[in-house]
């Protein structure tokens, strides 16, 4: 197992490189502000059974939960989703996938609106008839331009999964033992996270779990005493900054690594990487509020209002697009979303997507799928 803590001061933000302290194996932190990522690295036969079998069907698995709760991005951490759960998977070809919802339901609560493939007996005339029940009827495909070339998922669901709770208690009950206190007080922090992510691969053979705290959950400060407990797992401890990098598709960090238990003293680094997501220059432009207009009807519109001048393009390559979660008693039309003149009419330019459930007639307790997803490209008028 590897452990891995990330903290990010804002580089505005008076910090001293006394603030860290290295004894006896151990890191000790003392009134950092800033926020905090935990990512951990776990081996299969590091887990409980009922989870590798079900890792053991898919060929890739990625799901991430977002609070509800308002919080504000750190460099580097700054890629974003809608609140609730998100699950994105590709089964193994020619493979069941048939424990994944089942074990969905148990890990995040019974309130799962999540269906495997199994196969149902019936008894018609006394001829027993198989029927499959098929994961697509939940799950909806997720929209790609090629399928030679995707390095995405196959498949998404989406839950709007207020808090981690029913987590919380699975790690308690199944992971941790009775007497590992650190462990028990791991899983507790999870309460105050902002987001959590899940990675599987069938490449790498690991799963990999990242929490993020935007700030400290009880105090105005971070006061840390970092140690391996375990002695035969690597923990690697980063205290960084942002730094104005030089190219424009990367991001720059500087700071201090410390690994416990092999370094003497934090090391100083200072580094640079490409990343797809960035930024914005003044994170005030991406303040944004929406409401549906009145009165609202049978078929409500969502209206987007930006600050004056926030959808200011930074490239003449870029535009400004929204990616939309519904979940499944609101529907996207695409029969309006695809005529020129509604578009114009309500500032959009173009519908890039919308996959998911998209039947407008039939009632949502009919519905079997999670809900959809739609990108669509903004076309704002200009400032008066």
Not at 149 to 165: D, N, R, V
Not at 295 to 316: E, V, W, Y
Not at 350 to 364: F, K, Q, V
Request: net charge negative; hydrophobic share 35%.
């Amino acid at each position: 197992m590897r452990r891995r803590i990330t903290f990010v001061h804002g580089s505005d933000e008076a910090f001293n490189p006394d603030q860290l302290h290295l004894d006896e194996g151990a890191l000790n932190i003392s009134s950092l502000k800033g926020a905090r990522e935990e990512r951990i690295t776990f081996g299969l036969p590091q887990l409980p059974q009922e989870l590798w079998r079900v890792l053991k069907q898919c060929h890739e698995l990625h799901i991430r939960w977002a609070s509800p709760e308002y919080y504000r991005s750190t460099v580097p951490f700054v890629s974003r989703v809608s609140p609730g759960l998100h699950v994105f998977f590709t089964p193994q070809r020619n493979h069941s996938a048939d424990l994944l919802c089942p074990i969905l339901r148990k890990v995040f609560g019974d309130r799962i609106k999540c269906q495997s493939p199994e196969v149902l007996c019936l008894d018609l005339d006394e001829t027993r008839i198989a029927a499959k029940v098929d994961f697509q009827e939940t799950f909806s495909g997720l929209f790609l331009l090629s399928e030679r070339f995707a390095s995405s998922s196959s498949w998404q669901y989406h839950h709007l999964l207020p808090s981690l709770s029913d987590l919380i208690i699975y790690i308690e009950q199944n992971i941790c033992s009775s007497t590992d206190q650190t462990c028990h007080s791991r899983a507790t922090s999870l309460r105050a996270a902002s987001y959590l992510d899940i990675d599987y691969d069938t490449i790498s053979q690991v799963v990999v779990l990242s929490a993020f705290w935007h700030q400290p959950p009880n105090s105005d400060s971070w006061n840390e005493r970092i140690q391996d407990l375990e002695g035969d797992h690597q923990v690697e401890v980063g205290v960084l900054a942002s730094e104005k990098a030089t190219e424009p598709e990367e991001l720059s960090l500087g700071g201090f690594l410390t690994v416990i238990g092999e370094d003497d003293k934090p090391n100083p680094t200072l580094f640079s990487f490409p990343s797809r997501h960035h930024p914005l220059s003044n994170p005030s432009q991406g303040t944004y509020s929406s409401s549906f207009t009145s009165p609202t009807g049978l078929h409500p519109t969502l209206g987007l209002t930006f600050q004056t001048n926030s959808n200011t393009s930074p490239a003449t390559t870029c535009a400004l697009h929204a990616y939309l979660t519904l979940p499944s008693y609101l529907f996207a039309d695409k029969y309006q979303l695809s005529d020129p003149l509604f578009l114009a009419s309500k500032h959009l330019h173009s519908t890039r997507s919308i996959s998911g459930e998209t039947d407008l007639e039939a009632p949502d307790w009919a519905v079997k799928k999670w809900g959809s997803s739609m990108l669509v490209e903004l076309s704002p008028p200009s400032p008066r």
